[in-house]
């Protein structure tokens, strides 16, 4: 079983910056790929970033350029630095982890707002 610890969210202003954590623990062996979702009220759940095991990395275009995906293997742990925030950027992330099976955190809240 495997476990993911969410840290970093926070209310920001338009402008500012916040960097997402996000722990894995447990039974883990090989990671194929770590990501952040996002999903704003009354929205679906979206994709804003990814990154393989080999490194290669995917934004989605509302977050190119602003937004960061890196990784520490050694801490098992997948973060998110999001710069230039918009109130658009406001939703609940999650990461997701694949492994032998895909894991999800519980989520934490971003609020960008005046």
């Known amino acids: 079983q495997v476990q993911l610890v969410e840290s970093g969210g926070g209310l920001v202003q338009p402008g500012g910056s916040l960097r997402l954590s996000c722990a894995a623990s447990g039974s883990i062996f090989t990671i194929s790929s770590m990501a952040w979702y996002r999903q704003a009220p009354g929205k679906q759940r979206e994709l804003v970033a990814t990154?393989?095991?080999?490194?290669?990395?995917y934004y989605s275009d509302s977050v190119k350029g602003r937004f960061t995906i890196s990784r520490d293997n050694a801490k098992n742990t997948v973060y998110l630095q999001m710069n230039s925030l918009k109130p658009e950027d406001t939703a609940v992330y999650y990461c997701r982890i694949a492994t032998t099976a895909v894991y999800w955190g519980q989520g934490t809240q971003v609020t960008v707002s005046s």
């Open positions: 990154m393989s095991s080999g490194g290669s990395k």
